[in-house]
C-alpha cells in the first residue's frame, strides 16, 4: 500500500514562509494527480492546491493565490508546498493527497485515494 509522508511543518510568524514536502513511502507513488489540503481546529478539511503529475500545470485555492506554489520533483517521486507570505489564517494540519486517475476536479476531496496523515502549520502574529 503506498503511503504519503508529510513533513516541513513548524511555527514561523507571519510574513514569514515554509516549504512542505510529500514523499512517498511505499515502492511507488502512483498518482495522477496530488494535492494538498489543510484542516483548521473545528473546521472542516479544504482544498489549497493541487498538481497534475503528467504536465505539472496546477490548481490552487483563491485564498493562497500569489503566496503558495506547488511542484513536483518526479525522480523523487515527491510533491512540495511553498508557502510565503504566511498569514495567521493559514495555520492548520496540512494533508497530501494522491489520486489514481486524472481528477475531474481537483479541488474536491473525492477525488483522491489515499492520504498522509499530516503536518502542522502554525502562524504566529
Known amino acids: 500500500q503506498v503511503q504519503l509522508v508529510e513533513s516541513g511543518g513548524g511555527l514561523v510568524q507571519a510574513g514569514g514562509s515554509l516549504r512542505l514536502s510529500c514523499a512517498s513511502s511505499g515502492r511507488t507513488f502512483g498518482s495522477r494527480a496530488r494535492g494538498w489540503f489543510r484542516q483548521a481546529p473545528g473546521k472542516e478539511r479544504e482544498f489549497v492546491a493541487g498538481?497534475?503529475?503528467?504536465?505539472?500545470?496546477?490548481t490552487y485555492a483563491d485564498s493562497v493565490k500569489g503566496r503558495f506554489t506547488i511542484s513536483r520533483d518526479n525522480a523523487k517521486n515527491t510533491v512540495y508546498l511553498q508557502m510565503n507570505s504566511l498569514k495567521p489564517e493559514d495555520t492548520a494540519v496540512y494533508y497530501c493527497?494522491?489520486?489514481?486517475?486524472?481528477?475531474?476536479?481537483?479541488?474536491?476531496?473525492?477525488?483522491?485515494?489515499?492520504w498522509g496523515q499530516g503536518t502542522q502549520v502554525t502562524v504566529s502574529s
Open positions: 493527497a494522491g489520486s489514481l486517475r486524472v481528477v475531474t476536479d481537483p479541488r474536491g476531496l473525492y477525488e483522491y485515494d489515499y
Open positions: 498538481i497534475a503529475w503528467s504536465d505539472g500545470s496546477t
